[in-house]
Nanobody, 115 residues
Framework: QVQLVESGGGLVQPGGSLRLSCAAS????????MAWYRQAPGKQRELVAG???????NYADSVKGRFTISRDNAKNTVYLQMNSLKPEDTAVYYC?????????WGQGTQVTVSS
């Protein structure tokens, strides 16, 4: 069973930046498409950005041009660089496989955008 550990969240002012990391255990990480998701209070979890096993990214319209997803297969890690953050980006951020199949969810990392 793959374990996912997210990190890098925090409190940041509007317009600021954060870089999230997600470390995955196991040697099969590189063959899967990965994604970042987020869940704000009272809302459903939504897909924010995905990346194929070959490194091709895709983004939700709400973050396009501000967020960048990347991966380092040698380190079993996927990253999310978040720039020009907005209060509406406040959420718990999770990484996992791209839909429709997921591993067990990690604990996530809290991102709060507030002045």
């Amino acid at each position: 069973q793959v374990q996912l550990v997210e990190s890098g969240g925090g409190l940041v002012q509007p317009g600021g930046s954060l870089r999230l990391s997600c470390a995955a255990s196991g040697s099969i990480f590189s063959i899967y498409g990965m994604a970042w998701y987020r869940q704000a209070p009272g809302k459903q979890r939504e897909l924010v950005a995905g990346i194929t096993s070959g490194g091709t990214p895709n983004y939700a319209d709400s973050v396009k041009g501000r967020f960048t997803i990347s991966r380092d297969n040698a380190k079993n890690t996927v990253y999310l660089q978040m720039n020009s953050l907005k209060p509406e980006d406040t959420a718990v951020y999770y990484c996992n496989r791209k839909p429709p199949t997921w591993w067990e969810w990690g604990q996530g990392t809290q991102v709060t955008v507030s002045s």
